[in-house]
C-alpha cells in the first residue's frame, strides 16, 4: 500500500527566509513523487515531480524539492519565501510498478504562512 | 489553452438526493480522475476512467458512487443517496497519457458539495 505523511499541518515563515516542507512517504516499490499547492478557492496545481534522475528537483515558482531514498523524504524548499506562497501544499506519491493511469495518493496537506 | 473546469462550482444538496457533477478535461486528455478532497484528510480518490472507456475504473468503490464519460473530454461523477458525510470539495483531474510514464495530472478547480 502506498502512503504519504506530512507531519506538520502548518508551517510559519517569515517573508525572506527559507522554507521547508516536510513530506514522507511509503511504497513497495520505488516512488514517482509529486508536490501541488492550492490557492483559496482554487483547484490544485503542479509544482514539481520526481520520475527518476537528479536527487534534486527543480519547480515552479522557485520551489525545488530533494529526493531522498534512505530517508524516504521529498521535502518541498524555497530559498526565500514570498507572502503570496502562503497557501495549501500537497505531497502525493505514486508506485512505480503500478500503471500509469494509477491514481495518485495525497497526504493532507500542509498550510504554509509566510508572514511580512 | 483552456484548463479542466467544472461544474457546478457549488451545490447544495438534500440529504438523500441523486447529484451530477461535471468536468471538461484538456482537449487530448486520455484519463480522467475524480478525487474527494475533505478538511483536513487530504485528497483521495473516487474514481477514474481511461480512453474511450465510458465505465469507471473506481479507485475506492462504492455502489453510491460512479463516473460516466460521455464525451472523450467530459465526465460526470455520479453521487446516489446523498449523505451528509458527502460534503466536500469534489476535483477533477486529466492526464495526457493512456499509460507509460506518469505524467502530471492536471486539476480543475472543484465542486463543492454540501449535503444538509
Known amino acids: 500500500a502506498q502512503s504519504v505523511a506530512q507531519p506538520e499541518d502548518q508551517v510559519n515563515v517569515a517573508e525572506g527566509n527559507p522554507l521547508t516542507v516536510k513530506c514522507t512517504y511509503s511504497v513497495s516499490g520505488n516512488p514517482y513523487l509529486f508536490w501541488y499547492v492550492q490557492y483559496p478557492n482554487r483547484g490544485l496545481q503542479f509544482l514539481l515531480k520526481?520520475?527518476?534522475?537528479?536527487?534534486l528537483v527543480k519547480g515552479s515558482y522557485g520551489f525545488e524539492a530533494e529526493f531522498n531514498k534512505s530517508q524516504t523524504s521529498f521535502h518541498l524548499k524555497k530559498p526565500s519565501a514570498l507572502v503570496s506562497d502562503s497557501a495549501l501544499y500537497f505531497c502525493a506519491v505514486r508506485d512505480l510498478r503500478g500503471s500509469g493511469n494509477t491514481p495518485l495518493v495525497f497526504g493532507k496537506g500542509t498550510r504554509l504562512s509566510v508572514i511580512a | 489553452g483552456a484548463g479542466v473546469s467544472q461544474s457546478p462550482r457549488y451545490k447544495v444538496a438534500k440529504r438523500g438526493r441523486d447529484v451530477a457533477l461535471r468536468c471538461d478535461s484538456i482537449s487530448g486528455h486520455v484519463t480522467l480522475y475524480w478525487y474527494r478532497q475533505t478538511l483536513g484528510q487530504g485528497s483521495e480518490v473516487l474514481t477514474y476512467?481511461?480512453?474511450?472507456?465510458?465505465?469507471?475504473k473506481s479507485g475506492r468503490p462504492s455502489g453510491r458512487f460512479s463516473a460516466e464519460r460521455p464525451e472523450r473530454s467530459v465526465s460526470t461523477l455520479k453521487i446516489q443517496r446523498t449523505e451528509q458525510g458527502d460534503s466536500a470539495v469534489y476535483l477533477c483531474?486529466?492526464?495526457?497519457?493512456?499509460?507509460?510514464?506518469?505524467?502530471?495530472?492536471?486539476f480543475g478547480p472543484g465542486t463543492r458539495l454540501t449535503v444538509l
Open positions: 476512467s481511461q480512453s474511450d472507456a465510458q465505465r469507471d
Open positions: 520526481y520520475i527518476t534522475g537528479d536527487n
Open positions: 483531474a486529466s492526464r495526457h497519457g493512456a499509460g507509460g510514464p506518469p505524467d502530471t495530472q492536471y
